[in-house]
Nanobody
Framework: QVQLVESGGGSVQAGGSLRLSCAAS????????MGWFRQAPGRERVFVAA????????SYADSVKGRFTISRDNAKNAVYLQMNSLKPEDAAVYSC??????????????????WGQGTQVSVSS
């Protein structure tokens, strides 16, 4: 079983950038496909980005395409979400999630078995 811990959240002005990290422990990250999701207050958790076990396949929500980049470093057991050109509507708690690598990239929260606690991102206009 893998444990996930997010970091890198914070407060930025619109147009700014943040880089979120998701550190994995307990099992090699290469055993998992990974995803990032976000949840704003009073709203459902929604898909942001996903990456397969090798990093060769990625997928993004339309709302973040061209602004966010998901990547991973299996040697460091970490997954990243580079967020550029942030907008107030990007503010949310961002969580990383893991699913068995053999299942491929998942786009729904129910596709994932393991979750971190989340990190808060605030964007001021």
């Amino acid at each position: 079983q893998v444990q996930l811990v997010e970091s890198g959240g914070g407060s930025v002005q619109a147009g700014g950038s943040l880089r979120l990290s998701c550190a994995a422990s307990g099992r090699a990250l290469s055993s998992y496909a990974m995803g990032w999701f976000r949840q704003a207050p009073g709203r459902e958790r929604v898909f942001v980005a996903a990456i397969n076990w090798s990093g060769g396949i990625t997928s993004y929500a339309d709302s973040v395409k061209g602004r966010f980049t998901i990547s991973r470093d299996n040697a460091k057991n970490a997954v990243y979400l580079q967020m550029n050109s942030l907008k107030p509507e990007d503010a949310a708690v961002y969580s990383c999630a893991a699913r068995n690598a053999g299942l491929g990239v998942g786009l729904r929260s129910t596709d994932y078995s393991y979750w971190g606690q989340g990190t808060q991102v605030s964007v001021s206009s």
